[in-house]
């Protein structure tokens, strides 16, 4: 793969995986760290990249993934954080684990896509994203993801349950 | 308001970038044109992707070259602040198969400049005036023969652009502006990126066949019989009053 072949990419692909990164991060630089990220996979992957009969579904993959990877880190980072915190004060646990661990300073931040993913299964995180980001159908969903649409319905269902009983009580901290 | 009917972005971007199959694709215009959100999406994610190739190019951009006015129409004095502003866009081509198309993959994009002196890339859908004034940049990987076509609502054929040489060396600025004409209604700007040249009279009879076959109305998918040349149209509208 040569400098104007990825060049090419970068001026296609590049504007999709940046907009996807921020809004499942919403964070500038993250977003852009992933922007990199995806096309090091792009080169490294390059044999399975050419290969997609829809390029733009595999770059939705992989940006999904290395977003929801920073997202699992960052949960694990706060879970020490919250840890260490609760060694040093325990107060400060309590606070942490009344609002699963993350400490957004305004009732918006709490309710970010982010915040909401924080507190449900990692195995919704997707699923949550291709729905809720991407505005993609079920169908759609389905594929990208590999299994059945009813799968797709059941766990939409599961996370727009977990979402309404996670953001609910975060409105009345204020 | 969204409903099930709704595009996706994926959907949207896949037809950004020329993936959708013809079928897919006329199912998206056919949505987009009785679908306001899916339309105002469409365009902001078109317009995201022309801002994000806008960063990209302008702190390497060297300088453009002058507007040159084929038709007269435009002071060499403003060329200068033209070439601050212009900036191309990919367009999907049409007849391209679907995939990653990047060697040969042609680019194309049409730049106004409006009544009131300022100046914009035109994206798919947008609406011009009679006496707009528009011309083209096109990027190709390997050296071909460019010509570009109007095709208007009274079902008129018009080369823009005769065919001229283009060399593979980044984006190119072709030469000549057009003002557009009192006609108004849509119209499909169509540009060939052929081999060999195929001579005027060629080319308008091609012109003149597509748009036959889309019964007239450039705003259908429309697309040239032209053998070995690939093909990337924009389609605007053109408006008394944009």
Redesign the interface.
Known sequence: MDA??ID?????????V???ARAILGDEEAAQDVLQEVFVRVVEQRGS??G??????WI?RITTNLCLNRLRDGRRRAAILEERAKEMDPEVGAVGAETGGTTPSTAEARLTLEAILQRVPEELWAIAVYYH?????HA?IAQ?MGVSRRTIGYRLEEFRRLALAAAAPLEVVR | M?N?A?L????L??WR?G?LSELEMARGEAHVRQCLVCARRKRE?DR??L???VQ?RLPRRAPRRAWRTALGLLAAAAAASFAVVLVPA?LPSPTDA???R??G?PSFSVIARRADGTIHPVLPGDVLAPGDAIRFEVRT?EPRIVAVLGIDAAGVVTPYVDEVAIEAEGPQLLPGAIRLDETLGPERIVALFCDEPLGRTRLLAIGAEALRQARGDPSRELRLDAPGCAQSSILIRKEATP
């Open positions: 104007s072949t090419e990419l970068y001026r296609r692909y590049g504007p999709v940046l907009r996807r990249f050419r997609e009969a829809s390029p733009m579904t939705y980001v991407d505005h993609m159908t759609e990208i | 969204r099930e709704c996706s972005d994926l959907f971007d896949r970038v993936e994610l995201q992707a801002e994000f190739d990209l990919a679907p995939g990653v990047t060697k993959g990987e």
